[in-house]
């Protein structure tokens, strides 16, 4: 049940910038993961719950992890997705806040928990751990204050046309996205009847086609030039 309200959410998720595996020497990496326990999800099982408070942080080794919160009517928002060299529970970790989001596995999934106390002793030991670390937390916050800038300025046809762009598209020039306008409104926060409206202007203008279940991006320079206008005029 979950899966059919997280798929089509999750294909048009931007990956983000870097994970801690990137940012860290391979040889660090390797380190980390050998001081935690490896656990392996199978498809759309539950890893986290909101709420929890397991001391720790745990590393996406293999798979996908898929984040977000069951709402009233028990459809579940995606807020986002982490790929392999991802890592969550920083939070726990550093502030002893609990979850904030609950945590799913998209596919066979394979999890590292690094306890607090071993996660303390490699602090001491790889103080590039700590810089990583420090910048993976920067980097998160670049693209919430980005996300939370666009939402406040853009009109809604220009946020839907920023999540395609980023979103990663099939054929060859990438210019078909596979997405619902469910998907969209879910992702975006807003009623499917307002997506339905911001899309038909979006075709209106040109640059995008309406088909079922996809849309296609017509010009995507024309697109990216409508949102850096209107951000640098708002």
Same mark, same amino acid.
């Given at each position: 049940?979950?899966?059919?309200?997280? $798929?089509?959410?999750?294909?048009?998720?931007?990956?983000?910038?870097?994970?801690?595996?990137?940012?860290?020497?391979?040889?660090? $990496?390797?380190?980390?993961?050998?001081?935690?326990?490896?656990?392996?999800?199978?498809?759309?099982?539950?890893?986290?719950?909101?709420?929890?408070?397991?001391?720790?942080?745990?590393?996406?080794?293999?798979?996908?992890?898929?984040?977000?919160?069951?709402?009233?009517?028990?459809?579940?928002?995606?807020?986002?997705?982490?790929?392999?060299?991802?890592?969550?529970?920083?939070?726990?970790?550093?502030?002893?806040?609990?979850?904030?989001?609950?945590? $799913?596995?998209?596919?066979?999934?394979?999890?590292?928990? +690094?306890?607090?106390?071993?996660?303390? =002793?490699?602090?001491?030991?790889?103080?590039?751990?700590?810089?990583?670390?420090?910048?993976?937390?920067? $980097?998160?916050?670049?693209?919430?204050?980005?996300?939370?800038?666009?939402?406040?300025?853009?009109?809604?046809?220009?946020?839907?046309?920023?999540?395609?762009?980023?979103?990663?598209?099939?054929?060859?020039?990438?210019?078909? +996205?596979?997405?619902?306008?469910?998907?969209?409104?879910?992702?975006?926060?807003?009623?499917?009847?307002?997506?339905?409206?911001?899309?038909?202007?979006? =075709?209106?203008?040109?640059?995008?086609?309406?088909?079922?279940?996809?849309?296609?991006?017509?010009?995507?320079?024309?697109?990216?030039?409508?949102?850096?206008?209107?951000?640098? =005029?708002?």
């Amino acid at each position: 049940m979950l899966r059919s309200y997280i $798929w089509g959410q999750m294909k048009i998720l931007r990956q983000q910038n870097v994970t801690l595996a990137d940012l860290l020497p391979e040889a660090v $990496w390797d380190k980390l993961c050998a001081a935690g326990s490896l656990t392996l999800y199978s498809d759309n099982q539950l890893i986290e719950e909101r709420g929890d408070t397991r001391n720790g942080i745990s590393l996406v080794v293999s798979g996908e992890v898929a984040a977000g919160n069951i709402r009233h009517d028990g459809s579940f928002l995606v807020s986002g997705l982490l790929r392999q060299g991802e890592c969550f529970g920083e939070f726990t970790a550093f502030l002893g806040l609990p979850q904030t989001h609950s945590l $799913w596995a998209n596919g066979q999934t394979e999890i590292v928990f +690094v306890s607090q106390s071993n996660l303390t =002793a490699l602090l001491k030991s790889q103080p590039l751990l700590y810089e990583a670390l420090l910048k993976l937390a920067l $980097w998160r916050n670049v693209e919430i204050l980005d996300f939370l800038d666009a939402q406040r300025r853009l009109p809604l046809s220009l946020r839907i046309a920023r999540l395609l762009l980023a979103s990663p598209g099939k054929g060859p020039d990438q210019s078909e +996205v596979d997405c619902r306008q469910e998907d969209l409104a879910n992702t975006l926060g807003v009623s499917r009847v307002a997506i339905g409206k911001a899309l038909k202007k979006l =075709a209106s203008e040109g640059l995008v086609e309406i088909g079922y279940g996809k849309i296609t991006l017509l010009d995507r320079a024309r697109m990216s030039q409508r949102i850096c206008a209107e951000q640098s =005029a708002a």
